[in-house]
C-alpha cells in the first residue's frame, strides 16, 4: 500500500475564507494555498473542545442568519441560553421575558415588516419599570445574532439580580 504524507481533498468554503486563503498564500507561503490550510486546521485542533464548539456554533449562526428569520431566529436562541430558556416562540416578533426585562425586535410601522437587508432595532424593557429602564439598539444586518444577543443579554444582566446561568458552552444551537 502506497503512503502519502499529503492527500488532495474537496470541499467548499465561504467566499471570505478563499480571500484569507488566497491572500496568506501569496504574501506567506509562497502561493501554497494547502499549506495555510494545513496551518489552519492545525491551529484549530490545539483548541480546547468548547473553544472549538464556540467557533463552530458563531459559523453555524452565520450561515443560518442568511435570511433574515434566520438571522431573528438565531439570536432568539443564542440570548436564550445565556438564560438557561428554550426558546419555542415561532413569532420573530413576539416580546420574550428574560427575568424582570421584555425583549423586542421592533419595526419601523405594524403594517410594514422590514426588508430582508433592512438593519434591526431590538428593544429590552424592564416589566416593573417599562419607562425608565430600557434600551434600544440600532444592529447592522450583517452583524452577527451571537455577538447581538450577546450584548443585550449582557445588558440585562447587568441590571438584574436574578442568578442566570450561561450554559451557552453546554447548549448547541441548532
Not at 503512503?3 to 484569507?20: D, H, I, M
Not at 496551518?39 to 483548541?47: E, H, I, S
Not at 423586542?104 to 428593544?123: Q, Y
Not at 450583517?142 to 450554559?167: H, K, M, N, Y
Request: glycine content about 4%; proline content about 5%.
Amino acid at each position: 500500500m502506497k503512503s502519502t504524507l499529503v492527500q488532495k481533498v474537496s470541499f467548499s468554503l465561504s467566499p471570505f475564507s478563499v480571500a484569507v486563503i488566497g491572500r496568506a498564500a501569496r504574501d506567506l507561503a509562497d502561493g501554497n494555498a494547502s499549506m495555510i490550510v494545513d496551518v489552519a486546521v492545525k491551529c484549530f485542533a490545539r483548541l480546547d473542545e468548547t473553544e472549538q464548539q464556540s467557533f463552530i456554533t458563531r459559523e453555524l449562526a452565520k450561515r443560518a442568519a442568511i435570511t433574515r428569520e434566520g438571522w431573528q431566529h438565531m439570536f432568539w436562541q443564542r440570548l436564550g441560553a445565556m438564560f438557561d430558556v428554550n426558546d419555542q416562540v415561532g413569532n420573530p416578533y413576539a416580546p420574550r421575558r428574560y427575568g424582570d426585562f421584555l425583549v423586542a425586535f421592533l419595526t419601523k410601522s405594524l403594517s410594514e415588516f422590514p426588508n430582508e437587508d433592512d438593519d434591526f432595532n431590538i428593544h429590552a424593557t424592564e416589566v416593573e419599570d417599562l419607562m425608565h429602564n430600557r434600551k434600544t439598539w440600532p444592529f447592522p444586518r450583517t452583524e452577527s445574532p451571537i455577538d447581538v444577543a450577546e450584548t443585550v443579554g449582557q445588558w440585562i444582566r447587568e441590571r438584574t439580580l436574578f442568578p442566570f446561568v450561561d450554559s451557552s458552552a453546554a447548549t448547541r444551537i441548532s
